[in-house]
Nanobody, 127 residues
């Protein structure tokens, strides 16, 4: 069984930075793709970023490309999301997700392809 938990959310002003952390336990972490998704009020959950087990392959939604950076430390079983130049439209609950194995193609960006989810952490960006 894999357990996933996020931390690091908070309330910031536009232009500020935040780092979200995700701690995962279980064998699946070291080989599975990890991802971050977010859900704003009244909207569907959307893909933010993903990283394969090696850490060398990363993927981003167009809305965050160039501002957010995903990284992972397999020795510590953690995944981080560094968010720079935050905008009010980044306000959402952010979820960390773990897949059982390496995701390919469209599955990288699809919430249902990830098996294990954290409870989410709120990020609020004021203008």
């Amino acid at each position: 069984q894999v357990q996933v938990g996020e931390s690091g959310g908070g309330m910031v002003q536009a232009g500020d930075s935040l780092r979200l952390s995700c701690a995962a336990s279980g064998r699946a972490f070291s080989t599975g793709t990890m991802g971050w998704f977010r859900q704003a009020p009244g909207k569907e959950r959307e893909f933010v970023a993903a990283i394969k087990w090696s850490g060398s392959s990363t993927y981003y939604a167009d809305a965050v490309k160039g501002r957010f950076t995903i990284s992972r430390d397999n020795a510590e079983n953690t995944v981080s999301l560094l968010m720079n130049s935050l905008k009010p439209e980044d306000t959402a609950v952010y979820y960390c997700a773990a897949a059982r194995n390496t995701l390919l193609g469209i599955n990288l960006y699809t919430a249902r392809a990830y098996t294990y989810w954290g409870q989410g952490t709120q990020v609020t960006v004021s203008s």
